[in-house]
């Protein structure tokens, strides 16, 4: 980008230079010497609350979802891959941007009645991949401001077709049965940054943002683009189109699982269909773990501990599969520590994209995700922060909990038609947890290595300091 950039401003110079003559052989020199591929198109599919061990790429789950086992098959899958956060908002405020929520004002979910979003001034990776000269669309969830000066469309994507928070939003008690949901305006689906509809038929949704994306691939075969698909499930309330009712023979969840799957296998035969898939990286994750309080409407964390709204493993520790035939060596499989803080970064360097001083807290896993011999590890440490409290920390195989008070699935009571269900409230003191042999975080290892303890704690320690430093002055 940084050569067709200077090539430009030469064309330019010599041109106002009336050295017409010197133009023409200079810039085939330079054509000649940027063999490079040009940049990638960049696909990012973002299931909501899908659980890291509700795919049979991480667990026994016996159900086949037979174009996400293809994908991982054909690309690489990360076993130590993080959502920035334990929740919607501020997991895709940090997908989008390459740093941590809390800098960019979005520390929690927001609700239909929030007035706040991404702040204007924000680069998204739409706004950096538009300026480099990529179409740009998001079809799904958006969750990071409904009011029009916070949509899509201010923020880098061409076009825009979803609904702008999460399904449950919404009075209709058959889909929200909590009390406090009645005050919530109908959902809106919007185009645009126009509510075409309320409370849409969401059986249809999955199909209609996969509908969408296939026709803006076909529209835009022939020039670089970035698609974005945040699906609206499997959140709750969970539904599913006519075609995979009962499809899966395991309940609306999986039914749900297999519709996934089969968007995941419609857009990858567009980009072969249309001749693209050399140049496209497809990445398929999701933005936060399972919320278990909703029983059978949830996936399933075991044997990871807690879920959504956690910093817990099963709050964070989502699926991860990356795809490009061709880059990314096939059967490949990483263990290192990888977040969806590193999607912007790694997105900015493969597309060569000008990002001026912006400090991300994520990195370019260009190498890891090529599997390079020797390829660094992007993590000296991930921090774990809800609201602005950073309550864990991992380093290489450690992490460590500070104190800190937490939702619990254990002794909960579970949700039903007529009630939205209530977790229960537990703490956890100073505890190390080896995750190497312990993915569960069940035994305390403190004691036996206090060493490792206190340099992670003087990490969080140090970090506590910045994300204090964001935390919005007293009204
Ligand atoms: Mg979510």
């Known amino acids: 980008m940084l050569q067709r950039r200077i090539r430009t401003l030469l064309v330019r ?3 106002l230079m009336n050295h017409f003559w010197l133009t023409a052989p200079i810039v085939a020199l330079l054509w000649a010497g940027c063999s490079a591929p040009p940049p990638p ?21 016996g159900l086949v979802t037979p174009n996400l086992e293809r994908m991982a098959r054909e690309g690489i899958l990360l076993t130590d891959f993080y959502a920035p956060a334990a929740s919607c908002s501020p997991s895709r405020a940090g997908i989008l941007t390459g740093v941590y929520p809390q800098r960019v004002g979005i520390p929690g979910v927001l609700m239909p009645q929030s007035t706040r979003g991404l702040p204007p001034e924000t680069l998204t990776m739409a706004e950096m991949l538009r300026q480099q000269g990529y179409a740009t669309a998001c079809f799904g969830k958006w969750h990071l401001g409904h009011l029009e000066p916070h949509l899509p469309q201010h923020h880098g994507f061409d076009e825009y077709f979803g609904i702008p928070y999460s399904n449950d939003m919404t009075p209709d008690s058959t889909k929200n049965p909590n009390p406090y949901a009645r005050r919530h305006p109908p959902l809106p689906l919007v185009e645009g940054v126009t509510t075409v509809a309320t ?10 943002y996969t509908q969408r994306a296939i026709r803006f691939i076909e529209q835009h075969a022939d020039q670089p683009f970035f698609l974005y698909l945040p699906y609206a499930a499997p959140h709750m309330p969970l539904f599913v189109s006519e075609a995979f ?35 496209t990286l497809v990445i398929f994750t999701s933005d936060n773990g399972p919320w278990l309080v909703k029983g059978e409407g949830s996936g399933v964390a075991k044997p ?21 035939p061709g880059t990314i060596p096939a059967q490949s499989v990483s263990h290192a520590l990888a977040t969806g803080l590193d999607l ?54 450690w992490k460590l909990h500070v104190p800190h008070r937490f939702r619990s699935i254990h002794g909960a009571y579970l949700a039903t038609w007529t009630h939205p269900g209530a977790y229960t409230r537990d703490s956890i003191s100073l505890a190390l947890f080896n995750l190497d042999i312990d993915i569960g975080e069940s035994v305390n290892v403190i004691d036996d290595h206090p060493a490792t303890a206190r340099r992670l704690v003087a990490m969080v320690d140090s970090a506590q300091a910045t994300f204090d430093a964001y935390r919005p002055e007293p009204r």
Do not use: C
């Not at 960049?42 to 026994?60: C, G, K, N, P």
């Not at 520790?317 to 990356?322: E, G, I, L, M, Y």
């Open 13 to 15: 110079r010599l041109s």
């Open 41 to 61: 198109n960049i696909v990012i599919l973002l299931a909501d609350d899908l659980a890291y061990s509700d795919l049979a790429l991480y667990a026994d789950t």
């Open 199 to 208: 409370e849409p038929d969401q059986r249809l949704l999955t199909s209609r």
């Open 245 to 279: 009712e009962g499809a899966s023979s395991r309940g609306r969840y999986s039914d749900v699982l297999l519709e996934i799957d089969w968007s995941v296998g419609q857009i990858l035969d567009a980009l072969e269909r249309t001749g693209i898939s050399q140049s």
């Open 304 to 324: 990871l501990r807690e879920g959504k709204g956690t910093t817990f493993e099963g709050g964070q520790r989502v699926p991860f599969v990356a795809w490009w």
């Open 344 to 397: 912007m970064p790694t997105v900015a360097a493969l597309t060569g994209a000008d990002v001026g001083v912006t400090p991300f807290d994520g990195h370019d896993i260009r190498a890891l995700l090529r599997r390079q011999p020797g390829a660094a590890l992007p993590y000296t440490a991930f921090f774990f922060v809800q609201g602005y409290q950073v309550q864990a920390v991992r380093a290489g195989s």
